[in-house]
């Protein structure tokens, strides 16, 4: 058993993936807002059985996975402030 | 002692020394062939202890089954035939057979009723995992090997002291439960967090793990800190402490993970915040918890190393490893892509991925234990494994801007690996029984229910928004985020050369002068006995017969006096 080299082909060809059209793209953007939409109005339809009272407040996983995952964004960029290094520190991969 | 049951982790081991013997499609079919064999060892070990001996005063047990070390050894030797197909293609002659070494203890942690045997496999693992990061070859990976060995011989040595002082003092050396109650119990459990990634020392995991070759990081992601959570379950369940630790672990995980450049030190934060989650589990220490810890451990081994396999896959194909290089790969590593994207949603519990129905056992618990900040801190969590690892890793990696790099998609035994990895990815996820009935306590739990579904979807799917919406801010730059191994890399290096100074100066302040003055005692013995000096010189032999005269008649007065 033996692996293929690895294979770069500069200059790289145009990309031409349906993925690559901004107007695709677009429409990805669009899918998925309906899709946040619906999963918040489905809530109107699903029973929750909360455990804990703030679990019972409208919408609680939404807004509260997108505070939490903005709130350790910027944790993060704090603490990069005070522990941020070039990525040579330790020696260029050779320490 | 029963002779009839074989010892599946000593086959694996013995079985991994024949292999440098082997060539061609026979190593091949050996390499996936023997942890199947073991696997169907596994099964075969009856419950109860199956192998005893004598060894000083003591009963040891190196062989004992029931359903917790079954389900470990179980993914443990599955763990070694995916990794083994995918790294057929590996080229080192060392990396491989380290690896099986190394399941094979891991195994043997797992099937041992006694703390030496689990001491001594715990050892080998140490040994062998150094040689799976030492065979990738550069210096760098030498000097990672070498910072590795170093933590876990640390660790090895606080836990040879708790297993003493615990034998010392109850004159047992079966593994059974124990409390933090005494010293020799606290060295046991920080021994055993020390292999976990547990802080203070969590940093060797992401210093040590991305340093191996392609194929080699995959199989380091899934034994040395999976022993650490199944010691944590039989040892201390229900130690709260660990609850604290494990939340500090997950959000360890999820800041620093969100930081990083390089997509392999991703993967190896997330396993510390991944662990954090079963560590947590074990900490609550309930039926459930401990059910959803051990099936946590079994579903996250895979997806982990399904996750790590399209990065070795991207490594191997690009020889690039930091997303501020990558991007675009989905145009040609389609495959590679959807099954990076599978792991990635199985480690972000999607429904119908394996994730879905371990991890929300760990979360049911903390509700069902009415811990309100348990239970917000491992839903917030939640969400921050989707954005560290379930989009950003495949975001970076495979799509955001067009690198401009073309490469083919790895060799077909890596594209067999992770098709057969993602598939146990989605097909736990869909059908949750096989995995409930390893479980160690009978499964009382749905995961598929109206409102788990549509509460998980609402908190990944939001936390997708808040992704791209701060996208700006986790715009990867040519950094590192300094972590503990800061303390032994820098700090304590600069503390010794510090210290050397202080010696020199030392020398030269004291050293100095006292070296003047034996140079001067010795300079006025020379010339008082040297060759040219007063005492040595020859004399004539009439002052000689002068000087005897004057003794003579020195004595001759003292005599008289």
Redesign the interface.
């Known amino acids: ?4 080299p ?8 145009p ?1 031409s ?1 349906w ?2 059209d901004p107007r695709h793209v677009k429409l990805l953007w669009r899918g ?1 807002l309906a ?2 939409a619906f ?2 109005l ?2 109107l339809a ?4 909360p ?2 009272g ?1 679990e019972g407040v409208f ?8 505070a ?10 704090g ?2 402030l005070l ?5 040579n ?2 020696g260029r ?3 | 002692m029963t002779d009839t049951v074989l010892h599946p982790g000593l086959v694996l081991i013995l079985g991994a020394l024949l292999l440098p013997a082997l060539r061609g499609w026979l190593r ?1 079919v050996a390499v996936v062939a023997l942890p199947l064999a073991v696997l169907g060892l596994v099964w075969l070990v009856p419950d109860g202890a199956v192998w005893q001996l004598r060894f000083l005063d003591y009963t040891l047990t190196p062989l004992q089954g029931d359903k917790l070390a079954r389900l470990f050894a179980t993914i443990f030797a599955l763990m070694a035939a995916g990794g083994g197909l995918f790294a ?2 590996q ?1 080192s002659r060392v990396e491989v057979p380290a690896a099986f070494v190394y399941a094979g203890a891991a195994i043997g942690v797992a099937l041992a009723g006694d703390l030496v045997t689990v001491f001594a496999f715990l050892e080998l693992m140490a040994v062998a995992s150094t040689l799976v990061l030492w065979s990738q070859g550069d ?2 990976s030498y ?1 990672a090997a070498r910072r590795y060995l170093m933590v876990h011989l640390l660790g090895g040595v606080v836990l040879f002291a708790g297993i003493t002082g615990h034998v010392v003092q109850t004159g047992e050396v079966a593994f059974t439960r124990m409390a933090p109650d005494s010293v020799a119990h606290w060295l046991i459990l920080i021994g055993f967090l020390v292999n976990a990634g547990a802080p203070p020392l969590s940093a060797w995991l992401p210093d040590a793990y991305p340093e191996a070759s392609w194929s080699g990081t995959v199989f380091l992601s899934a034994f040395t800190t999976k022993t650490a959570v199944y010691v944590l379950i039989r040892g201390f369940p229900g130690t709260e402490l660990l609850i604290w630790v494990g939340l500090f672990m997950i ?1 360890y995980g ?3 993970a ?2 990083e ?2 997509m392999r030190r991703i993967l190896a934060y997330s396993i510390v915040n991944q662990v954090g989650f079963m560590i947590v589990g074990i900490g609550i220490g309930t039926e459930m918890a401990l059910n959803g810890a051990a099936a946590h451990a079994f579903t996250h081994i895979i997806y982990k190393a399904l996750l790590l396999m399209s990065a070795g896959s991207v490594l ?4 690039r490893r ?1 997303c501020s290089e990558l991007g ?1 790969l ?2 040609t590593m389609p495959l590679t892509t959807v099954c990076g994207t599978i792991g990635a949603l199985a480690i972000s519990s999607f429904p119908l991925t394996s994730g879905f129905i371990s991890k929300s056992m760990v979360s049911q618990a903390a ?2 234990g ?1 811990l ?1 900040w348990v ?2 801190g491992l ?2 969590a939640s ?2 494994v ?2 560290h690892a379930g989009i950003k890793f495949p975001w970076f990696v495979f ?1 955001q801007r ?1 690198s ?5 998609e ?2 077909a ?2 594209r067999w690996a992770m098709l057969f990895f993602a598939f146990l990815c989605v097909a736990m996820g869909v059908w949750a029984e096989p995995l409930y009935a390893l479980l160690p306590y009978t499964v009382n739990y749905v995961p598929y229910t ?2 788990h579904v ?14 791209f919406v ?1 996208l700006p ?2 715009k990867r ?7 503990t191994d800061w303390l032994w ?2 700090a304590a290096p600069a503390l010794w050369q510090g210290a050397l100074r202080a010696y020199a100066g030392v020398r030269g302040g004291v050293a100095r002068p006292m070296q003047a003055l034996v140079k001067g005692v010795l300079d006025a013995v020379e010339r008082t006995y040297g060759q040219e000096g007063r005492l040595a010189r020859t004399w004539a032999t009439r002052s000689m017969a002068l000087w005897v005269m004057v003794l003579l008649l020195g004595y001759l007065t003292l005599y008289y006096v």
Request: aromatic share 14%; with cysteine; net charge neutral.
């Open positions: 058993m033996s692996h293929t690895p294979t770069l082909v500069p200059p790289f060809p990309p993936h993925l690559d998925f899709v946040l999963t918040v489905a809530e699903v029973h929750l059985h455990h804990f703030i919408a609680f996983h939404a807004w509260f996975g997108f939490a995952c903005t709130a350790m964004i910027v944790l993060a960029k603490l990069a522990l941020k290094r070039p990525d520190y330790y991969r050779d320490d | 091949a057929l293609g080229k210096a760098a000097r959000f999820i800041v620093y969100l930081l450049n390089d191997l194909m690009t020889n930091k675009g989905f145009h509700a069902d009415h309100l239970w917000l839903t917030a969400a921050g989707f954005l799509f067009d401009g790099l073309r490469p083919a790895p060799p035994s890596m109206g409102a549509l509460t998980q979807l609402q908190l990944l799917l939001f936390s997708g928004l808040a992704f701060m801010w986790l730059t040519l950094t590192i985020t300094l972590d890399r820098r």
